[in-house]
């Protein structure tokens, strides 16, 4: 379709400056029930500094695909790199930070020491960590809760939590898997608010998740809007919006006929099948 031509022009154009670069990539899992395809012929470069929004219906390969970049699953096809190497040999490198859509803390670690986990896997020194940890709890607005336990913070503050510990060892790109979707609309605002101006500060690259257009819309840089099983990449589309977005930008003209080619994109999509 024309909108996967344009997608493809759009990838190769930064091709040169890729943080994750997929070609042709297939994954297809064997069950007892036969095999399921879950990703088919998906081509994408991601460049350093986009923040990318997969966005499908559910069973497409949004979370597949991340967890291919994250060395989570193997492809069956074609070819991935991440910073230029093997999804493994990243994984090695600590390339990458990974959220997960629950915020996966241990309750009888308090918030500190729940981000200081991957550290002192890592080998850091004591004196390290709390530095590390008190940088990252003050990038997620969370300075003064390192003391407090999971249960005393709400949900909205146990992800932030969530990503601080994925950005604690400074990894250069940050995979995020649909980390806002169980939160209420009004606390979800505010945490893409603040996503962006993490965003903003860091300069991190970031491949996000989600099932929610004006989320998609919101956030990126980048769509890539995906159809149902066998996942495949029905349009790439570059937000014309400024990097700094308030919320009321959802509101304009703009935002607004960027959400309209998601909405049909995923509608060709369902047609394809």
Same mark, same amino acid.
């Given at each position: 379709?024309?909108?996967? !031509? %344009?997608?493809? +022009? ?7 400056? /890729? ?18 395809? %879950?990703?088919?012929?998906?081509? *994408? &470069?991601?460049?350093?500094?986009? $923040?990318? /929004? ?20 193997? @492809? !069956? ?8 190497? /093997? @999804? ?10 990974? =959220? $997960? ?35 990252? *709890? ?29 950005? %604690? ?17 009004? =606390? ?11 965003? &903003?500060? !860091? ?10 257009? @004006? ?5 990126? !840089? ?23 977005? @308030? ?6 003209? +703009? $935002?607004? +006929? =960027? ?6 994109? *995923? ?7």
């Amino acid at each position: 379709m024309a909108t996967g !031509t %344009a997608g493809a +022009e759009t990838s190769s154009a930064v091709s040169n400056t /890729s943080v994750i670069s997929a070609v042709n990539l297939d994954l297809t899992f064997q069950t007892n029930d036969g095999p399921v395809h %879950a990703l088919k012929d998906v081509s *994408l &470069d991601i460049a350093k500094g986009d $923040f990318v /929004s997969f966005i499908g219906p559910s069973g497409c390969g949004k979370t597949t695909f991340l967890r291919v970049m994250a060395d989570l699953e193997q @492809p !069956t096809g074609g070819t991935i790199t991440v910073n230029g190497v /093997s @999804p493994d040999a990243a994984r090695e490198a600590r390339a990458y930070g990974y =959220v $997960f859509q629950a915020a996966g803390l241990y309750p009888w670690r308090t918030i500190g020491k729940n981000i200081s986990l991957p550290l002192e896997i890592m080998g850091y020194s004591k004196a390290d960590q709390a530095e590390r940890v008190t940088r990252v *709890l003050e990038l997620v607005e969370l300075a003064g809760f390192e003391k407090k336990f999971p249960w005393q913070l709400s949900g909205g503050m146990q992800q932030r939590a969530s990503i601080a510990r994925a950005l %604690a060892f400074d990894a250069d790109i940050l995979l995020m898997d649909e980390p806002f979707g169980a939160l209420d609309e009004i =606390v979800r605002d505010h945490l893409n608010e603040q996503l962006l101006q993490l965003w &903003d500060r !860091t300069g991190k690259t970031i491949a996000f998740v989600t099932h929610s257009i @004006p989320e998609a819309v919101y956030l990126s !840089t980048k769509i890539v809007v995906m159809s149902p099983r066998p996942g495949r990449i029905t349009d790439i589309i570059d937000s014309p919006l400024p990097r700094e977005r @308030p919320l009321d930008i959802r509101e304009s003209p +703009e $935002f607004l +006929e =960027v959400a309209h080619r998601v909405r049909e994109g *995923l509608r060709a999509g369902h047609g394809d099948v």
